[in-house]
Structures are given as structure tokens and as C-alpha cells.
């Protein structure tokens, strides 16, 4: 698992419309499991201008079902990162 210190995102990158990031949202320190899984869709930028066109969605692994979380919320924290195209870490190839 990544965190923010593992690899740097970079500056120069962004990523292309229709692409998904997918981070596990783990509890549990001797045996984790998943609590929920984090969901980034890079739609248009006219989807949401204010991410850079990010969609920020929650899945329950469990029920598949698939909530529905405020913009604003997510955009708390990942709105710091607006010169990485709003990503804590870069998964460029």
C-alpha cells in the first residue's frame, strides 16, 4: 500500500479523461480488512471544474453498492494537490 511519502506524484503529469483510481480504505492493524474502496473517475472538466473533472465515488466491497459522497468532502484534502492533478501519489507507469 502507498502512502504519501512512498513515491511523489508529479508536477507535470495529468491524467487522461476516462481514467479510474481505485485505494482500498483498510481498518484493522494485525489482520486489515477493507472498510470501503475509494474511487477517483477523471471524467471532463466540465464535470467538475473545481477538480479538475474528478468524480470522487465510495464502494461498499461487501453489497457493491456504491455511495455517493459530497465533492466538497473530498475535495478538502485532495483540493491541496491541485499541481498533481489533484492525486496524493503517482501511478504513471
Request: proline share 6%.
Amino acid at each position: 500500500m502507498f502512502t504519501e511519502s512512498d513515491k511523489p506524484a508529479e508536477s507535470d503529469f495529468r491524467f487522461p479523461t476516462g481514467s479510474i483510481i481505485v485505494r482500498e480504505k483498510l481498518v484493522g492493524k494485525n489482520k486489515p480488512t477493507v472498510k470501503s474502496l475509494a474511487v477517483m473517475i477523471k471524467r471532463q472538466s466540465s464535470f467538475s471544474p473545481e477538480s479538475g473533472g474528478w468524480q470522487f465515488l465510495y464502494l461498499n466491497p461487501k453489497t457493491l453498492a456504491v455511495t455517493r459522497k459530497d465533492q466538497a468532502t473530498c475535495l478538502t484534502c485532495h483540493g491541496r494537490k491541485k499541481e498533481t492533478d489533484f492525486v496524493f501519489n503517482s501511478y504513471k507507469p
